[in-house]
Nanobody, 126 residues
Framework: QVQLIESGGGLVQAGGSLRLTCAAS????????VGWFRQAPGKEREFVAV????????YYTDSVKGRFIISSDNAKNAVYLQMNSLKPEDTADYYC???????????????????WGQGTQVTVSS
C-alpha cells in the first residue's frame, strides 16, 4: 500500500505559477502510474494529468495542455505538477492518485486509481 501527501498549494494571482508535490511513502512510485485530479467548489472531480510507470508517458486534459507539466523523481519518490500561466478557473482542490502499473499505460478516470492523497488547495485570483 502507498500513502500520498500533496503539498504546494496556495493563493496566486492569475498568470502566476505553483508547483504541487505528491510525496509517497510505503511503496516506491516507480511501479505506479500517478495522476492529478482537481475538484472546484460545486463541481465534480476532474482529471488533470497523468504520468505512467517510470515517467515514460504523460497526458493532460485539454484545458491545461501547454501550461501544466507533470514529472516524476523516483529518487525522491515524488511526482510534481508544475502549473504555469494559472487562470482563475484553475481554482480547485488538487489531489494526486496512484495505482500499480507497468509500461506506458495511462489512466484517466478516478475509478482507475486505488490510492489518494488528502488534497491541496489552489486559489487563483483575477
Amino acid at each position: 500500500q502507498v500513502q500520498l501527501i500533496e503539498s504546494g498549494g496556495g493563493l496566486v494571482q492569475a498568470g502566476g505559477s505553483l508547483r504541487l508535490t505528491c510525496a509517497a511513502s510505503g511503496r516506491t512510485f516507480s511501479s505506479y502510474a500517478v495522476g492529478w485530479f482537481r475538484q472546484a467548489p460545486g463541481k465534480e472531480r476532474e482529471f488533470v494529468a497523468v504520468i505512467s510507470w517510470g515517467g515514460l508517458s504523460t497526458y493532460y486534459t485539454d484545458s491545461v495542455k501547454g501550461r501544466f507539466i507533470i514529472s516524476s523523481d523516483n529518487a525522491k519518490n515524488a511526482v510534481y505538477l508544475q502549473m504555469n500561466s494559472l487562470k482563475p478557473e484553475d481554482t480547485a482542490d488538487y489531489y494526486c492518485a496512484a495505482r500499480p502499473s507497468y509500461g506506458r499505460v495511462l489512466y484517466y478516470s478516478d475509478s482507475d486509481f486505488a490510492y489518494w492523497g488528502q488534497g491541496t488547495q489552489v486559489t487563483v485570483s483575477s
